[in-house]
Nanobody
Framework: QVQLVESGGGLVQAGGSLRLSCAAS????????MGWFRQAPGKGREFVAG????????YYSDSVKGRFIISRDNAKNTVYLQISSLQPEDTAVYYC?????????????????????WGQGTQVTVSS
């Protein structure tokens, strides 16, 4: 069992940056590939970024590539999402999630259904 708690969201002006954190409790955090998703009002949950258990491999959706950076610190049981050059269309609730169906060296999936554990989300609002 893994519990996930996101933090770091807030209100930011266009062009600004934030660092989101996802603190995990439970055993074997480093075994789990992790992902970040976001959900804008009236829209479905969208994959943003994923990272392997070791943190060596990462990948991003096309909409955020070059602006967002995912990382993790397994000693602190935390995964991060550095979000930069924010635009109003980045406004959403951001969620972290753990993909326990994959091995630690594998990248996590892109689908909501690939993930077993979810945090409660943190709101990011970008003003123009």
């Amino acid at each position: 069992q893994v519990q996930l708690v996101e933090s770091g969201g807030g209100l930011v002006q266009a062009g600004g940056s934030l660092r989101l954190s996802c603190a995990a409790s439970g055993r074997a955090f480093s075994n789990y590939p992790m992902g970040w998703f976001r959900q804008a009002p009236g829209k479905g949950r969208e994959f943003v970024a994923g990272i392997t258990g070791s943190g060596r491999s990462k990948y991003y959706s096309d909409s955020v590539k070059g602006r967002f950076i995912i990382s993790r610190d397994n000693a602190k049981n935390t995964v991060y999402l550095q979000i930069s050059s924010l635009q109003p269309e980045d406004t959403a609730v951001y969620y972290c999630a753990a993909d326990s169906s994959r091995r630690d060296w594998q990248l996590p999936g892109r689908s909501y259904f690939d993930y077993d554990y979810w945090g409660q989300g943190t709101q990011v609002t970008v003003s123009s």
